[in-house]
């Protein structure tokens, strides 16, 4: 099983962009399929993008189609979301998971074993 830590979070005032990077430790990440999930205060937690674990494939919510890109660097087994054209609903705690190979959308929180700690994305109007 691997371990995730996410880092690449904080304040950005709306129209402004930040990348968020997953690191992930232990096992081969390769072999790992990535996604991106954030929770808001009051609400449940939302998927956000996904990648396939061949990096091939991605998935995204309708509501950053366009704005945001997920990606993976596996020789430093790292998966990063660039969020561009941020709005202040994009206000939450961004969390990566993991989970071996799996088939995309893989858009549910449930599909996924392995989960990194969040990091606090604020966008102000």
């Known amino acids: 099983q691997v371990q995730l830590v996410e880092s690449g979070g904080g304040l950005v005032q709306a129209g402004g962009s930040l990348r968020l990077s997953c690191a992930a430790s232990?096992?081969?990440?390769?072999?790992?399929?990535a996604g991106w999930f954030r929770q808001a205060p009051g609400k449940e937690r939302e998927f956000v993008a996904a990648l396939s674990w061949s990096g091939g494939r991605t998935s995204y919510v309708d509501s950053v189609k366009g704005r945001f890109t997920i990606s993976r660097d596996n020789a430093k087994n790292t998966v990063y979301l660039q969020m561009n054209s941020l709005k202040p609903e994009d206000t939450a705690v961004y969390y990566c998971?993991?989970?071996?190979?799996?088939?995309?959308?893989?858009?549910?929180?449930?599909?996924?074993?392995?989960w990194g700690q969040g990091t606090q994305v604020t966008v102000s109007s």
């Open positions: 998971a993991a989970r071996p190979y799996g088939t995309l959308p893989l858009d549910r929180a449930t599909m996924y074993d392995t």
């Open positions: 232990g096992r081969t990440f390769s072999s790992y399929a």
